[in-house]
């Protein structure tokens, strides 16, 4: 009867340990999201300089946040969008990466006047193809300054222009 109990017993531990093991596998990679932070608010100007759409913006001015942008997240407002400012010395016809972005994009470069160079149109989350190695997409047509990226399919619903639209953002915080 001991015999009996201690083998119950052992076969219950071994079973619950097993159970434990396959729920909770070691390696297993949890899924990040990251919220949106409103750091300013960035205008879009029409060819009179006049306001005709504003959206809160999470401004990327380091190596790191430019360099993380908006991955890891699974949505955005419409009326939010990222801010890449780039350095002086870092004015060139800037690449975009879409590996780890989860939602399609319109990734709009602007030049140091801040004047719409061009629109990477609805750039795909993970996009990657021989033409967009890593995921990149479209290069700016020019040497751009900031760039500005809102969800995909928003530049043409807003009409924002390639050479006409300009930014005007401020921070807030």
């Known amino acids: 009867m001991k015999k009996l109990v201690f083998a119950i017993g052992l076969l219950t531990v071994m079973v619950s340990c097993d159970q434990k093991g396959s729920s909770d596998p070691v390696g297993e990679i949890t899924e ?21 759409q504003k959206i809160n913006i999470e401004i990327a001015d380091t190596p790191n946040k430019r360099a993380r942008g908006l991955m890891d997240r699974s949505q955005m407002e419409e009326k939010n969008g990222m801010l890449f400012i780039f350095e002086d010395e870092e004015i060139r016809p800037h690449t975009f990466y879409m590996k780890n972005t989860r939602i399609p994009l319109d990734i709009m470069y602007f030049d140091k006047d801040s004047v719409l160079i061009n629109i990477a ?7 990657e193809s021989a033409m967009s190695p890593g995921g990149t997409v479209a290069a700016a047509a020019g040497d751009s300054k900031f760039v500005v990226e809102i969800n995909g399919g928003l530049a043409e619903d807003w009409s924002i222009k390639e050479g006409v639209t300009k930014i005007r953002w401020n921070r807030t915080n």
């Open 121 to 127: 149109r609805n750039a795909q989350p993970g996009a």
């Open 32 to 52: 990040v999201e990251i919220e949106f932070t409103k750091n300013g608010e960035l205008e879009f100007l029409n060819e009179k300089g006049e306001p005709f």
